[in-house]
Every structure is written in structure tokens, then in C-alpha cells.
């Protein structure tokens, strides 16, 4: 293609500069030709002025013979009329080609031939009548004549000759301008396509150049391509003399080319299957057939791995085998994923059959495909009854459509559901029985689709100690409501007799003033003091029994205020004791006023009854933790308690300090913890003995409905 435009472009090079050769050449010759007939004007001029002066001669010798009669007048004349008649001759000649020219001529020569007849006449009569007779010839004024018209020919001659002349210069340098544009131009056209000719070819021999980079490129391309195909790979020539490897083939096997080449690669194969191989591959290779075969081979560390190989033979246009191009693939991972799948089969298997659960595959056409022993012992069906069986058989009609087409959604979500918890659903044994039962469907992505996993539990047994348990609790509920009134009622009616007892006593004591000793006095204050003790325990009997009955509506309640009014409670106990009770700032919560005033009162209270050497300090403060409870807490420097009793104190009854020791019922802590507990808080104490201790309660803030 491109030798076709380069061939071109120089031919038409050569075509131009032959034609401009041509045109030069001619406008060359043509000016040379001008050049000539310039010439020729010049000569015909230089003629005509001979002429002329042959004419002035002739007169001349003619008349100075007639004046003189010296002969060399006469010789003179001669020669004059010779060389005139050769000039008139020259100038016919020169003319001859210009018929206005030739036209003047015979009038020229008639008038040259009179001049000369003249002149002939003038020395004749000299020579015989000597020079009266010549004198009078010269002078009759022909002569003069004659020269004058002669004359005017010529220079009417020489006109036209100058006018050609001029005609003539002036085309000859037409000529040659034109000559030298032509030149000028076909020189500069032949160098443009000479330099384009040449830049076509070196552009050529660029993409030439690129075509060779791409070659070489395409094969690094290859190159890089076969060594990093995760395969091993190789070519053989025609007969299966392997020729190449790549690199792969030599980082697995750590072999070299040249111990590879040809039919080496033998040596990396497992002893056990190389004949075999060997005979496979060579007959393929024979038959020009694509060859396949599954066989270990030597790894460079000296184990081997299974490679499923493969090779196909690459044919030229007409069929013929050119070599053959061949990969080995790793399948030992493979294997291995093999082994493992059907490893986990079995350990799933054995999931499926040590579940607590009947479990059945349904398939989408709702049969079932798969199920464990329970599915048999549930339902009292064989295995090879119940595989293929509709599902529908021993689940609820109805139902076990729901059971595909949420096992076909749950699929599409991958989530595992649970039906027929709160539904009642039955189950149906093969003796047409029924069975309470709860299912959780969950999707099994398989080659056949979705599959759906059941798992159906027998809840017979669920079922019945649920009966039991809400019977249970129907029947503690009832006594303890029973306990409480009782609690409630037997206090409060106690409270009567107890308190006729203590006046009665007192009144005793005041009448038989002064008749009774010493001891029955002794008694009475000690009946009197225990009347007293025994109100105190039924009062906070019946407040603690209180705390379940009588609680209010709960309501946002300033816990300042509750604290304050308990210490109003408390008045006589600090300024006795001499208390120093502060606090930070108090928040809003929403509780029961009352019972909160309990709590503070109880607290504090035990904070300055329980006290050392030192004046009692009680502080109370509150935070909020969480953003969704406030933890109160009330500090104090007294006796402080030992680890160990932090449970115990909160406990009915329960006293770590003795009535001579301290007063006290052991029911406040309790009552604390019964009104918190109701509440959803909770209470506890941070205490080391000698150190005092901080009670803790915290309140969970209850949203506003
Ligand atoms: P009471 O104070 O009537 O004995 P409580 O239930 O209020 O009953 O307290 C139970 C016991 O916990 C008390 O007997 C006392 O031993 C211990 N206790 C309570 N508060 C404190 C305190 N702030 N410091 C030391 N011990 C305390």
C-alpha cells in the first residue's frame, strides 16, 4: 500500500521535473531563437547603415573624379559599388523572411542603380570631355535625388526593423520571465513531493517501528498473562516435546527449563500414576485429540498436590497440529473442600438426628424430602412413610401452605422465624391423634431451591406445666393478699387490748401509790415499758403492711419537700442528738410523696441514731445517672457497718445492735426496701466499721404518659 503512494509520489517527481525539464528547455530554445532574431535586426540595422555609406562613398569618389580625375576617386567609386551591391544583397537575404521588408527592396536597388549610373556617367564624361562637362552633370542636383528618396527608404527600412526589434526584445523577455516562473514553480512542486514522499516513508518506517513494539509487547502481554493465570501452564511442539513453561510451573515445582524440557517433566510425577499418564498423554498427542487427566505432581518442597490437567492442540489454516498449549490446575483444595462438605454432612446428619426436636425438610411443592428420627417418633411414622408425604399430613391444613410461602420469604430475607408461639397449633399423628406443637421455619438454600428447614416442637409437656405454674401462682397471690390483711388487721385490732393493758397498768401504778413495794413498782414500769415497746412494733408492722395497699398515684413531687417535712419528723431526735443535717439540691421526681418522706425519715433517722462519739453529720444529695434514674444517697459519720451484714440489714427483724444498745424494731430498712422494690428502684449501703456509712436509693425516672 504504502510502496503503491511512495512509487507515486515519485513518479509524479520525476513526471514534474521532465515537464518542467521540457518547458525550460523550450522556453530556452524559444529565447535563444528571440535572442537570435534580435541578432538579426542588429545586422539588417548594420547593413542598412553600410548601405548608406556605400551610397556616400559612391557619391563622393564619383564627384571627387570628376572634380580631380585622379584615379584613386575612380578605384574608390569601384569598390564601392561592389561592396553596395554585396550589402543590398546581405540586407535581401537578411529580409527575406519579411515581406514588407523584401517589398522596399526593389525600390532601394532601382535608386542604388541610378546613384551608380550617375556616378558612371559623371567619370565618364570626365574622362572624355573633361571636367566643364563633369561639373555640369554633378551639378544638375539628381544626384542629390536620387540620395534624398534613397534615404527615406532606408531609414523607413531601419524603422521596421526597430520596431521588430523592439517587438523582439520584449518577447524574449517574456520568454524568459516565463521560463523562470515555470522553473521557480515545477522546481518547488517536485521538492514538496519529494519531501512528501520522504515523509511518507519515514512515517512508515515509524509505524514500522511501533508495529515491531506492539509485537513485542503482545508476547511480554502473553508472558505476563500465562505466568500469572493461577494455573500451571505450558506448549509443546507438535509431537509433544514441551517447549515452554510458565513461570508458575517452576515456582510450584522448583525445576529448570532445562531440566523440564522435552519429556522431563516425568520427574515430577508420582511414580504410581506415570505410566499411565504417559500412555493417556501419548495418545493424544498421536490422535490430535484434547487431552484431560487428573494425577499428583512433585511440588518443590517434595509433597505432592493433585492437578486436574488439561491440553488442546492449536492448528494452523489447514488443519495440521503447529503445538499444543496445556494448563494444570491445583484441585487438592478442591479435594480438600470435597472432603470437608461431605465431613460436614455427616456431623450435620448427626446435628439433625441429636436435636430435642422433629425436624422435616419441605420442599417447595410442599413434600417432605428430609427428617430426623424425633419427626419419626412424634408422629408415629416411619422414615420411608413420611419422605414424599405431603407435609400437610402431620401439620394443620392451611397451614402448611403459609409454612412454604413464608419459608420461600424468609429466604429472600434470610431470617429465621418462629410460628405458633401464643397460636394454638396441633400436630397429627399417623393414629390420627393430635398434639400441641410450635414451629420455627428457617430457609435452606439448595440446587433444588429453597428448601424449608421445620423444626416442630412437642410442647405437651410445656403446655401442661404451664397450667401448673399459673395455677401456682393464681394460689400464692391469693394467700398473700390473705397474709397481708391478716398482717394488716391482726396489728391493727392488737393495738386495743395492748394499749388497755398499758393504762390499766399505769392507772394501777398511780392508785396503789404508797401501798405497794418497791419490787411491784419495779414490775409495773417493766409491764409498762413493754406495752410500750409492743406499740411501737405494731405501729411499724402496720406501716410496713401498708406499703402494698396504700400506695397513691404516683406524681411529680419535689424530693426537697419530702426531705424536709421528715426532718420536721425528725426535730426532736437532731436537736437532741445535735445533728449537723445538709443537703445539695434536690430534684423533681415523679414518686409517692409519702413514702418518700418514709425513706428520708428512716434513713437520716438510723444516720443520727447510730452514731459515735463524734456529733452526728448527716449529708443528703441526689444524681442523675443514666438519664433515666436519680441515685439518692445519704451519708453519715457514724458507727459504720461490717460487709458482711449488708444484705442482711434490709431483712424483717433483722438487727446487728442490741434494744439496750440502741431502740429499734428492725422493720425501717425493711419498709425502705418494700416501698422501693414498688417503685422499680432499688437500695443498698457503701460502709466500713468506725468510718460511718452512705445508704444508697435510686428512683427510675418514669416517663409521663
Ligand atoms: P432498727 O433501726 O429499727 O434496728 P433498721 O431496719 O432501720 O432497724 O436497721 C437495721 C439494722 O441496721 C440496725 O439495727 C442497725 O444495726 C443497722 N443500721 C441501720 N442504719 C445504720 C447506720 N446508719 N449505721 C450503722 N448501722 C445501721
Not at 511480554?220 to 505466568?227: G, V, Y
Not at 402494698?548 to 436537736?575: D, H, M, P
Given at each position: 500500500?504504502?510502496?503503491?503512494?511512495?512509487?507515486?509520489?515519485?513518479?509524479?517527481?520525476?513526471?514534474?521535473?521532465?515537464?518542467?525539464?521540457?518547458?525550460?528547455?523550450?522556453?530556452?530554445?524559444?529565447?535563444?531563437?528571440?535572442?537570435?532574431?534580435?541578432?538579426?535586426?542588429?545586422?539588417?540595422?548594420?547593413?542598412?547603415?553600410?548601405?548608406?555609406?556605400?551610397?556616400?562613398?559612391?557619391?563622393?569618389?564619383?564627384?571627387?573624379?570628376?572634380?580631380?580625375?585622379?584615379?584613386?576617386?575612380?578605384?574608390?567609386?569601384?569598390?564601392?559599388?561592389?561592396?553596395?551591391?554585396?550589402?543590398?544583397?546581405?540586407?535581401?537575404?537578411?529580409?527575406?523572411?519579411?515581406?514588407?521588408?523584401?517589398?522596399?527592396?526593389?525600390?532601394?536597388?532601382?535608386?542604388?542603380?541610378?546613384?551608380?549610373?550617375?556616378?558612371?556617367?559623371?567619370?565618364?564624361?570626365?574622362?572624355?570631355?573633361?571636367?566643364?562637362?563633369?561639373?555640369?552633370?554633378?551639378?544638375?542636383?539628381?544626384?542629390?535625388?536620387?540620395?534624398?528618396?534613397?534615404?527615406?527608404?532606408?531609414?523607413?527600412?531601419?524603422?521596421?526593423?526597430?520596431?521588430?526589434?523592439?517587438?523582439?526584445?520584449?518577447?524574449?523577455?517574456?520568454?524568459?520571465?516565463?521560463?523562470?516562473?515555470?522553473?521557480?514553480?515545477?522546481?518547488?512542486?517536485?521538492?514538496?513531493?519529494?519531501?512528501?514522499?520522504?515523509?511518507?516513508?519515514?512515517?512508515?518506517?515509524?509505524?514500522?517501528?511501533?508495529?515491531?513494539?506492539?509485537?513485542?509487547?503482545?508476547?511480554?502481554?502473553?508472558?505476563?498473562?500465562?505466568?500469572?493465570?493461577?494455573?500451571?501452564?505450558?506448549?509443546?511442539?507438535?509431537?509433544?516435546?514441551?517447549?515452554?513453561?510458565?513461570?508458575?510451573?517452576?515456582?510450584?515445582?522448583?525445576?529448570?527449563?532445562?531440566?523440564?524440557?522435552?519429556?522431563?517433566?516425568?520427574?515430577?510425577?508420582?511414580?504410581?500414576?506415570?505410566?499411565r499418564v504417559v500412555d493417556k498423554i501419548s495418545r493424544c498427542f498421536q490422535k490430535g485429540e484434547v487431552w484431560e487427566d487428573t494425577f499428583p505432581l512433585r511440588g518443590r518442597d517434595g509433597n505432592y498436590r493433585w492437578f486436574l490437567s488439561q491440553a488442546v492442540p492449536i492448528r494452523d489454516s489447514e488443519g495440521?497440529?503447529?503445538?499444543?498449549?496445556?494448563?494444570?490446575?491445583?484441585?487438592?483444595?478442591?479435594?480438600?473442600?470435597?472432603?470437608?462438605?461431605?465431613?460436614?454432612?455427616?456431623?450435620?446428619?448427626?446435628?439433625?438426628?441429636?436435636?430435642?426436636?422433629?425436624?422435616?425438610?419441605?420442599?417447595?411443592?410442599?413434600?417432605?424430602?428430609?427428617?430426623?428420627?424425633?419427626?419419626?417418633?412424634?408422629?408415629?411414622?416411619?422414615?420411608?412413610?413420611?419422605?414424599?408425604?405431603?407435609?400437610?399430613?402431620?401439620?394443620?391444613?392451611?397451614?402448611?401452605?403459609?409454612?412454604?410461602?413464608?419459608?420461600?420469604?424468609?429466604?429472600?430475607?434470610?431470617?429465621?422465624?418462629?410460628?405458633?408461639?401464643?397460636?394454638e397449633l396441633s400436630g397429627r399423628r399417623k393414629d390420627g391423634s393430635e398434639f400441641p406443637i410450635e414451629i420455627m421455619l428457617s430457609p435452606l438454600e439448595s440446587a433444588e431451591g429453597v428448601l424449608v428447614t421445620t423444626a416442630i416442637r412437642d410442647i405437651t409437656e410445656r403446655r401442661r406445666s404451664e397450667v401448673?405454674?399459673?395455677?401456682?401462682?393464681?394460689?400464692?397471690?391469693?394467700?398473700?393478699?390473705?397474709?397481708?390483711?391478716?398482717?394488716?388487721?391482726?396489728?391493727?385490732?392488737?393495738?386495743?387490748?395492748?394499749?388497755?393493758?398499758?393504762?390499766?397498768?399505769?392507772?394501777?401504778?398511780?392508785?396503789?401509790?404508797?401501798?405497794?413495794?418497791?419490787?411491784?413498782?419495779?414490775?409495773?414500769?417493766?409491764?409498762?415499758?413493754?406495752?410500750?415497746?409492743?406499740?411501737?412494733?405494731?405501729?411499724?408492722?402496720?406501716?410496713?403492711?401498708?406499703?402494698?395497699?396504700?400506695?397513691?398515684?404516683?406524681?411529680?413531687?419535689?424530693?426537697?419537700?419530702?426531705?424536709?417535712?421528715?426532718?420536721?419528723?425528725?426535730?426532736?431526735?437532731?436537736?437532741?442528738?445535735?445533728?449537723?443535717?445538709?443537703?445539695?439540691?434536690?430534684?423533681?421526681?415523679?414518686?409517692?410523696?409519702?413514702?418518700?418522706?418514709?425513706?428520708?425519715?428512716?434513713?437520716?433517722?438510723?444516720?443520727?441514731?447510730?452514731?459515735?462519739?463524734?456529733?452526728?453529720?448527716?449529708?443528703?444529695?441526689?444524681?442523675?445517672?443514666?438519664?433515666?434514674?436519680?441515685?439518692?444517697?445519704?451519708?453519715?459519720?457514724?458507727?459504720?457497718?461490717?460487709?458482711?451484714?449488708?444484705?442482711?440489714?434490709?431483712?424483717?427483724?433483722?438487727?446487728?445492735?442490741?434494744?439496750?444498745?440502741?431502740?429499734?424494731?428492725?422493720?425501717?430498712?425493711?419498709?425502705?426496701?418494700?416501698?422501693?422494690?414498688?417503685?422499680?428502684?432499688?437500695?443498698?449501703?457503701?460502709?466500713?466499721?468506725?468510718?460511718?456509712?452512705?445508704?444508697?436509693?435510686?428512683?427510675?425516672?418514669?416517663?409521663?404518659?
Amino acid at each position: 500500500m504504502l510502496k503503491r503512494k511512495v512509487q507515486l509520489a515519485f513518479g509524479s517527481a520525476i513526471v514534474i521535473l521532465l515537464v518542467v525539464g521540457a518547458v525550460s528547455y523550450r522556453g530556452i530554445f524559444l529565447s535563444r531563437e528571440s535572442d537570435r532574431w534580435v541578432r538579426h535586426s542588429h545586422e539588417v540595422l548594420e547593413n542598412l547603415q553600410n548601405l548608406v555609406t556605400d551610397m556616400e562613398r559612391i557619391e563622393s569618389s564619383d564627384r571627387g573624379f570628376a572634380l580631380t580625375g585622379e584615379m584613386v576617386y575612380l578605384e574608390s567609386y569601384r569598390a564601392s559599388v561592389l561592396s553596395a551591391g554585396q550589402d543590398a544583397a546581405a540586407v535581401r537575404t537578411l529580409t527575406k523572411d519579411n515581406p514588407k521588408q523584401q517589398l522596399q527592396l526593389p525600390a532601394l536597388e532601382d535608386l542604388m542603380a541610378q546613384k551608380i549610373r550617375l556616378g558612371g556617367v559623371a567619370i565618364l564624361l570626365r574622362q572624355t570631355k573633361g571636367v566643364e562637362a563633369a561639373a555640369e552633370a554633378i551639378g544638375s542636383g539628381r544626384g542629390q535625388l536620387i540620395m534624398a528618396d534613397y534615404l527615406g527608404i532606408v531609414s523607413k527600412i531601419q524603422d521596421e526593423e526597430l520596431r521588430l526589434l523592439l517587438l523582439r526584445n520584449v518577447e524574449s523577455n517574456r520568454r524568459r520571465a516565463q521560463t523562470k516562473t515555470i522553473l521557480l514553480f515545477g522546481t518547488v512542486l517536485g521538492v514538496l513531493i519529494a519531501v512528501g514522499a520522504g515523509w511518507m516513508v519515514s512515517r512508515d518506517i515509524a509505524a514500522r517501528g511501533l508495529a515491531e513494539d506492539a509485537l513485542r509487547e503482545g508476547e511480554e502481554r502473553f508472558r505476563n498473562l500465562a505466568n500469572n493465570i493461577s494455573q500451571l501452564a505450558w506448549m509443546a511442539d507438535e509431537k509433544g516435546a514441551i517447549f515452554w513453561y510458565n513461570q508458575r510451573w517452576f515456582d510450584y515445582s522448583g525445576t529448570t527449563l532445562e531440566e523440564m524440557v522435552g519429556w522431563g517433566w516425568q520427574k515430577v510425577q508420582h511414580p504410581d500414576h506415570l505410566q499411565r499418564v504417559v500412555d493417556k498423554i501419548s495418545r493424544c498427542f498421536q490422535k490430535g485429540e484434547v487431552w484431560e487427566d487428573t494425577f499428583p505432581l512433585r511440588g518443590r518442597d517434595g509433597n505432592y498436590r493433585w492437578f486436574l490437567s488439561q491440553a488442546v492442540p492449536i492448528r494452523d489454516s489447514e488443519g495440521k497440529v503447529l503445538r499444543w498449549f496445556g494448563t494444570n490446575t491445583d484441585i487438592s483444595v478442591l479435594q480438600e473442600a470435597e472432603r470437608h462438605l461431605a465431613q460436614m454432612e455427616s456431623r450435620y446428619r448427626g446435628l439433625l438426628e441429636a436435636a430435642p426436636d422433629a425436624i422435616v425438610v419441605v420442599n417447595q411443592a410442599g413434600k417432605i424430602v428430609l427428617l430426623n428420627v424425633q419427626a419419626e417418633k412424634q408422629f408415629g411414622y416411619t422414615r420411608d412413610e413420611l419422605i414424599g408425604q405431603e407435609v400437610t399430613n402431620i401439620i394443620p391444613e392451611g397451614f402448611a401452605e403459609r409454612l412454604i410461602a413464608d419459608g420461600t420469604r424468609s429466604a429472600t430475607e434470610a431470617v429465621t422465624q418462629q410460628i405458633g408461639t401464643g397460636i394454638e397449633l396441633s400436630g397429627r399423628r399417623k393414629d390420627g391423634s393430635e398434639f400441641p406443637i410450635e414451629i420455627m421455619l428457617s430457609p435452606l438454600e439448595s440446587a433444588e431451591g429453597v428448601l424449608v428447614t421445620t423444626a416442630i416442637r412437642d410442647i405437651t409437656e410445656r403446655r401442661r406445666s404451664e397450667v401448673h405454674l399459673r395455677k401456682t401462682v393464681r394460689e400464692l397471690k391469693r394467700s398473700n393478699d390473705e397474709l397481708q390483711q391478716f398482717a394488716y388487721v391482726s396489728s391493727h385490732d392488737l393495738q386495743e387490748p395492748l394499749r388497755m393493758v398499758s393504762s390499766y397498768t399505769q392507772l394501777l401504778a398511780k392508785r396503789y401509790q404508797g401501798r405497794l413495794d418497791s419490787d411491784a413498782h419495779e414490775f409495773i414500769a417493766f409491764a409498762v415499758d413493754g406495752c410500750n415497746r409492743m406499740q411501737g412494733l405494731i405501729q411499724d408492722l402496720l406501716a410496713y403492711s401498708r406499703v402494698g395497699t396504700n400506695g397513691k398515684e404516683l406524681s411529680e413531687v419535689s424530693s426537697e419537700n419530702a426531705l424536709q417535712k421528715a426532718l420536721t419528723n425528725l426535730r426532736i431526735t437532731i436537736e437532741q442528738s445535735g445533728a449537723d443535717v445538709t443537703h445539695d439540691s434536690m430534684p423533681v421526681v415523679t414518686t409517692d410523696e409519702t413514702q418518700l418522706t418514709l425513706i428520708f425519715q428512716n434513713l437520716v433517722g438510723n444516720a443520727i441514731k447510730y452514731r459515735g462519739a463524734a456529733p452526728p453529720r448527716v449529708h443528703v444529695s441526689a444524681t442523675r445517672n443514666g438519664g433515666n434514674e436519680w441515685t439518692f444517697s445519704v451519708r453519715d459519720n457514724g458507727l459504720g457497718i461490717d460487709p458482711q451484714y449488708f444484705e442482711r440489714i434490709f431483712i424483717l427483724f433483722q438487727r446487728l445492735h442490741g434494744r439496750d444498745e440502741f431502740e429499734g424494731t428492725g422493720i425501717g430498712l425493711a419498709i425502705c426496701k418494700k416501698i422501693l422494690e414498688r417503685l422499680g428502684g432499688r437500695i443498698w449501703v457503701e460502709s466500713q466499721p468506725e468510718k460511718g456509712s452512705t445508704f444508697y436509693f435510686a428512683l427510675p425516672e418514669i416517663e409521663e404518659k
